[in-house]
């Protein structure tokens, strides 16, 4: 696969909230952690266990209406597994939202049962709503809130500062900043984040970063990568990256003057069809060692 430099990015904001969050985790009962189903590992922070503690905690596996439900599926039974409550969502469309406070009342039943017992039935529960940048934290607590509490836009670094939001069902959301962490240890993290949009663009080499997609979807998803672009299976095996950036962008019809193809528009193209789902519904990270492409089928039907 095409090489491309690891990754950095800690902007001093992030520092910041990161301070916020370990100050903020006394006033909570809960912390929800929002991460992307696409990329359930590298889109967690490994400094979240450390500020986290020994608050109960909820996994939402979110945007699961762009990755592949069989692998959300397994990743729900891992943080089972683990005593973790995990909930496949899609904040944008509302998918799995209903599932989300029967399943806080759950988790804290020991901490509710207590309160009733004195007499405070009625207090709130409160809870930190956590994430890297672009997750969708902001979609969540919107679908939650009924309105368009928390600025949202489809870029990362949006929300900067603390912000409380109260429903209408006894609960308190404490919305805080997305933070990443100050190094990527793997060189994957990087870039499964920036594919997923959670770096910004501008501090990334575009073209260099398609190309390390569309190789590890013909490793991965080639049968949705060839539907999407017109390709045939046997075409691409083998192909490296920039052969594939090049041989879609002339699918495309991206070509310059003189007949030389366009691979900075195509590399914008497949990144947006990636982020948005167009390209098929993919996860690039899975709690068992990723499944093979399966065998292209010949002519008369059977596997070759």
Known sequence: ???????????????????????????????????????????????LPALVGNKPRIVLLN???????????????????????????????GKGIKQF?????????????????????????????????????????NRMAGSRRAKVEDRPGVTRGRQWVTLDNGIDLLDMPGILWPKFEDKRVGEYLAFTGAVKDQVVDIEALAMR???????????????????????????????????????????????QVNTERAAIMVLDEFRSGKIGKMTLETPMPPRPNPAPESSDGEGV
């Open 1 to 47: 696969m095409t090489e491309s430099p690891l990754i950095q990015w800690f902007p001093g904001h992030m520092a910041k909230t990161r301070r916020l969050m370990r100050e903020s985790m006394r006033l909570v009962d809960i912390v929800v952690e929002v991460i992307d189903a696409r990329i359930p590992i590298s889109s967690r922070n490994p400094e």
């Open 63 to 93: 945007k699961c209406d762009a990755a592949d439900d069989a692998v959300t599926q397994e990743w729900c039974a891992y943080y089972q597994n683990k005593g973790i409550t995990a909930i496949p969502t899609d904040c944008r469309s």
């Open 101 to 141: 406070v029967p399943a806080v009342r759950q988790v804290l039943r020991p901490l509710l049962e207590r309160r009733a017992q004195k007499g405070m039935a009625g207090a709130p529960i409160r809870m930190m709503i956590v994430g890297i940048p672009n997750v969708g934290k902001s979609s969540f607590i």
């Open 213 to 259: 997609l569309l190789a590890l979807l013909n490793e991965r998803y080639r049968p949705l990568l060839c539907d999407r672009y017109k390709l045939e299976q046997e075409q691409v095996q083998g192909l490296d990256g920039y052969d594939l950036l090049e041989l879609v962008a002339r699918k495309r019809g991206m070509l310059l003057p003189g007949g």
